[in-house]
């Protein structure tokens, strides 16, 4: 069985209850396949078919809502969602070897859940979230000008603190490499600026990798019971880290600028979500 943990709420209601309805779909194969006679043949059918149908609505609402709250990341969650229904529908065509079709269904139920776990929370995870996060990193700075010297969303400011030196001191530098690679995507006329802001996003992942390692192992150290979901979170945003596509950035001519801006604000957004919810849970349970 795979649990809806509370790391895969978004905060969305409508989005959480589909959410979980989907891996309920899921989880009803995974237990209908484990029965003794099982006919692996028709739960993959129809385990796909109601998949389908239950995805397909439940991507239109999303997008519903993301258009009407001029959700920036609306294109490519249209893009993510399409791929996912073709995928589906890809399994759903195919012929099914009786022979091994338990082996099929274990393939296919695997396939769906990470789809799902990395969907969530790489993507829908920020639905919603991106206005406040930038409103309230503005709030934050106001006091103290000197953070807020244009920093905004990628200043490193005292309510990122876990209290654990190492992590603090990683994520700095993680908030570091983004400023410094919004800062250069917003320069003109800077020699080399595509070839350094390529550079740039390959230390970020480096980086981020390396964090997030160190980070999983202290965890594993100090028994933290929600090391999972932390797996989870940081393998998903790998992902979106690797999914950056330099060559189609380079090919891009009107609109590099703008594509390169919101990457960074949804990157500077998702970690500022997680170091929030997630990271500052790690510093709670070290001083308990
Ligand atoms: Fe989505
Ligand atoms: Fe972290
Ligand atoms: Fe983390």
Redesign the pocket.
Known sequence: MYEFTDDCLTGNKQIDDEHRMLFQIINEAVALSSEKDADNVIIMKSTLAKLRDYAATHFAHEEEYMEKTSDPELARQRMEHASFVKKVDEMRGADIDESNAQEAVKDMLSYLIKWLYTHILSSDMMIGKLESLKNESTDVCEGSKEDSKDGGMFAFTDRFRTGIEF?DDE?RKLFEIMAEANELIKADFLHDKYDKIMHILEELEEYTRH?FAD?EEYMEQIGYPELEAQKRAHAAFVERLVEIDFNDIEAMDNNQQEYLTELMDFLVGWLTN??LKA?MKIGEYVKR
């Open positions: 992590v994520h964090h980070e997680h170091i990271d």
